[in-house]
C-alpha cells in the first residue's frame, strides 16, 4: 500500500511533468543548462521540482563530459537544437558502449535478472531532501501540483518516522562486494566479513559456495579477507553473491531475508523469522573441478 | 545440425533404476550442471556434469566442438561420471543447445560468475 502509493506518485510525475523523464533526464539536464541563458523564466520550475537522486547520480558520472559538450558547444554559434539533442543521442549512445565495455568482463554471463532475485546491492534510495520550505512551488506563481504534494508528504512522513524507511522498502541492502587485486592471479574480497554479517551467515558457508560456483578455491587472511585465485570483478562476485541470497538467504513464502540457517542431522535448514516458514536448502556440493595448471602438481597431492 | 543421438532416444525405454543408481534422492545430482573455471589469464574452460546416460557424451562433444568451434575433452571422473570439457565459456551455448535438443531447461544449472 505504501509502496504501491510511492510508485503511482513517481509515475504521476513522471506523466505530469516529462513524458520521457525516465531517460531523458540526462538529456534534459543538459539541456537546461544551455537553455538557462536564453530563457529564464521558461520552464525552470519543473526542472527544478523534482530532485529525484537518479539524474544526480547521472550527472556526476559525466560531468567533465557536460563540460567539454558545453565547450564544444559554445564554438557552434547557432543554436541548432536538434543537432545537438541528435549529438547528444550518439554521445549517450557511446557512453553507454563504453559503460559496458568497463564493467561487463570477457567471462560475465548474461543472466536473466529473474534468476538472481531482488538486486539486494542496490544503493538504497537516500530519502530525498525535501526540507519544508524548499518546495519548488514556493519560489513561482504556479500552484504545487499533486504528486509533489505526495513527495512532500512521504519526506516529511520518512523524516519523522526513519523506522517506517527500514520496515517496508528497500530495507535489505548488501553493501556491494568490494575486491583487490593481489597480483596477478588473485583477488582479495575484502569485505566478505561484513557481507556475511548482513546476511546473518557464516562466512563458512557463504566462502563454500563461492568456491562451489566459481570453481576456484582461496584462503582467508589475517584481517578476515578472502583471497580467492583467479582474477574476478565485481560485477561477477556480485552475480554469484545474488545467486547465493537466492538460495540460502531469502525466505520463499514471503521473501524476507531475516532468516536463520541451522543444520540439524546433516541437513540445512532454514527457517524465516519474519513469518516462520522453514526449509530445507541444498547442501553446497562442490562439483566436477577441472585439473588446471600443472599436471604434474596435481598428480602428487 | 543434428546429432543422431539425441533423435533415437526413446523416451519409454527401461533406463534402469533411477533412483538406485544416484546415492542421494532430491539433491542436485539430477540436474546437468554447466560450470566455467579460469585458466591462466583470460583463458577459461566449460565443464558439463551430469549428462544423463542416454545420451552419448562422445558424440555430444563432438557436435559441441563442431558447433562452438573449441576444443574439447572428455573426462572420466570417479564420483562425477563423464564430464564434457570445452575450452573457453561455452555455458551459454551449451544451455542453449541442449534446450534446442529438448532437455528442460528446468534440469540445467548454469554456474559461475
Ligand atoms: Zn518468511
Known amino acids: 500500500m505504501h509502496e504501491q502509493l510511492k510508485q503511482s506518485d513517481g509515475a504521476g510525475d513522471e506523466g505530469e511533468e516529462d513524458p520521457n523523464a525516465m531517460f531523458g533526464d540526462l538529456k534534459k539536464k543538459k539541456k537546461k543548462k544551455r537553455e538557462i541563458p536564453l530563457d529564464l523564466d521558461g520552464e525552470e520550475g519543473s526542472g527544478t521540482s523534482t530532485p529525484t537522486t537518479a539524474p544526480a547520480a547521472t550527472e556526476d558520472l559525466d560531468f567533465s563530459d557536460l563540460k567539454k559538450k558545453k565547450k564544444s558547444s559554445k564554438k557552434k554559434a547557432a543554436f541548432d537544437l536538434d543537432a545537438f539533442e541528435k549529438e547528444l543521442q550518439a554521445e549517450n549512445r557511446n557512453e553507454d558502449g563504453d559503460e559496458e565495455e568497463a564493467g561487463g568482463g570477457q567471462f560475465l554471463l548474461n543472466v536473466d535478472e529473474s534468476e538472481l532475485g531482488e538486486n539486494v546491492f542496490a544503493h538504497s534510495e537516500a530519502p530525498s531532501g525535501l526540507d519544508a520550505g524548499n518546495e519548488a512551488w514556493l519560489k513561482s506563481d504556479r500552484d504545487y501540483t499533486y504528486p509533489e504534494l505526495l513527495q512532500r508528504f512521504y519526506a516529511s512522513l520518512h523524516a519523522s518516522n526513519p523506522a517506517l524507511l527500514t520496515s517496508t522498502g528497500k530495507r535489505y541492502v548488501i553493501v556491494p562486494p568490494s575486491l583487490a587485486r593481489e597480483g596477478n592471479k588473485k583477488t582479495i574480497f575484502t569485505n566478505i566479513t561484513d557481507i556475511c554479517r548482513r546476511m546473518h551467515r557464516q562466512p563458512e558457508h557463504v566462502i563454500q559456495f563461492l568456491f562451489s560456483e566459481m570453481g576456484t578455491t582461496g584462503s582467508v587472511d589475517g584481517q578476515g579477507r578472502l583471497v580467492i585465485k583467479g582474477r574476478f570483478q565485481q560485477k561477477q562476485l556480485e552475480n554469484v553473491l545474488r545467486r547465493y541470497i537466492v538460495e540460502y538467504v531469502t525466505c520463499k513464502t514471503c521473501k524476507s531475508f531475516d532468516t536463520l540457517l541451522t543444520k540439524e542431522n546433516r541437513i540445512f535448514f532454514m527457517t524465516c523469522e519474519s513469518c516462520g516458514s522453514r526449509r530445507s536448502v541444498n547442501a553446497i556440493k562442490t562439483g566436477f573441478q577441472a585439473q588446471v595448471g600443472k599436471r604434474s602438481k596435481t598428480k602428487t597431492t | ?113
Open chain 2, 1 to 113: 545440425m543434428s546429432v543422431q543421438n539425441l533423435q533415437t532416444f526413446d523416451p519409454f525405454a527401461d533406463e534402469g533404476d533411477v533412483l538406485g543408481s544416484t546415492k542421494d534422492v532430491g539433491s542436485q545430482q539430477n540436474y546437468i550442471h554447466i560450470r566455467i573455471q579460469q585458466r591462466n589469464g583470460r583463458k577459461t574452460l566449460t565443464t558439463l556434469q551430469g549428462l544423463p546416460k542416454e545420451y552419448d557424451a562422445k558424440k555430444l562433444l563432438k557436435a559441441f566442438k563442431k558447433e562452438f568451434a573449441c576444443n574439447g575433452t572428455l573426462v572420466e571422473d570417479e564420483e562425477m561420471g563423464q564430464v564434457i570439457q570445452l575450452q573457453g565459456d561455452q555455458r551459454l551455448k551449451i544451455s542453449n543447445f541442449l534446450t534446442e535438443e529438448g532437455i528442460p531447461k528446468t534440469t540445467i544449472k548454469v554456474h559461475g560468475f
